[in-house]
């Protein structure tokens, strides 16, 4: 009889440290390490865009933004995670020498074929346990919607759908809004 192969476990830090020199972004789920494939050239646009439009409301606010080669570090109660989103905004950010965010405010995830399942089923779950969390965009590159998580005031997320290039998303938390014209500026949608 043949035994089930044992997956390696990676620890935290080796994980980190093989982060640090790798050219290629990995995600880490509990010990298990998952490389991520290459967004395409919308969802890149489409990410940048947020970054800007965002980052200029924030200038001179306590509140920054971060891209998508920051990871956000989740502290589950059995495990830890580290996942990339495409953007995200931190109020408390960690020392300017760690490679990850521990309290984001916002986090922007623009959605991709190969990724959908996990970043609607595993990561959304995931970031809607962080406690600093506010907003969560969930950004369909195919067409102008996005489905926004917001945090309620009595405890756990309302959910709303934006679509449309007219539609503007308030940003009370952060004191900005994200204008789905400027979020998909120069974005042409596949037919």
Same mark, same amino acid.
């Given at each position: 009889?043949?035994?089930?192969?044992?997956?390696?476990?990676?620890?935290?830090?080796?994980?980190?440290?093989?982060?640090?020199?790798?050219?290629?972004?990995?995600?880490?789920?509990?010990?298990?390490?998952?490389?991520?494939?290459?967004?395409?050239?919308?969802?890149?646009?489409? *990410?940048?865009?947020? #970054?800007? /439009?965002i980052g200029?409301? $924030?200038?001179?606010? @306590?509140?920054? %933004?971060?891209?998508?080669?920051?990871?956000?570090?989740?502290?589950?109660?059995?495990?830890?995670?580290?996942?990339?989103?495409?953007?995200?905004?931190?109020?408390?950010?960690?020392?300017?020498?760690?490679?990850?965010?521990?309290?984001?405010?916002?986090?922007?995830?623009?959605?991709?074929?190969?990724?959908?399942?996990?970043?609607?089923?595993?990561?959304?779950? *995931?970031?809607?346990? #962080?406690? /600093?969390?506010?907003?969560? $965009?969930?950004?369909? @590159?195919?067409? %102008?919607?996005v489905t926004?998580?917001?945090?309620?005031?009595?405890?756990?997320?309302?959910?709303?759908?934006?679509?449309?290039?007219?539609?503007?998303?308030?940003?009370p938390e952060?004191?900005?809004?994200?204008?789905?014209?400027?979020?998909?500026?120069?974005?042409?949608?596949?037919?």
């Amino acid at each position: 009889m043949t035994g089930l192969r044992q997956p390696h476990v990676v620890t935290i830090a080796d994980y980190l440290a093989g982060e640090a020199g790798s050219g290629i972004k990995h995600e880490y789920v509990g010990g298990t390490v998952h490389a991520m494939a290459g967004a395409t050239n919308r969802h890149n646009a489409i *990410a940048t865009s947020a #970054i800007l /439009s965002i980052g200029n409301q $924030l200038r001179g606010k @306590p509140c920054q %933004p971060f891209n998508g080669d920051t990871k956000i570090r989740i502290a589950l109660p059995d495990h830890i995670r580290f996942y990339y989103p495409d953007a995200m905004v931190v109020c408390h950010p960690n020392q300017a020498s760690d490679h990850f965010q521990d309290q984001p405010v916002v986090i922007i995830e623009v959605l991709s074929d190969s990724t959908r399942r996990t970043d609607l089923g595993e990561k959304r779950d *995931a970031y809607l346990t #962080i406690p /600093s969390l506010k907003v969560l $965009l969930l950004v369909d @590159p195919d067409a %102008p919607a996005v489905t926004v998580h917001r945090r309620k005031s009595e405890g756990g997320f309302t959910c709303e759908y934006h679509s449309g290039l007219a539609s503007t998303l308030a940003l009370p938390e952060i004191d900005a809004s994200l204008a789905l014209a400027e979020l998909y500026e120069r974005v042409d949608f596949p037919p």
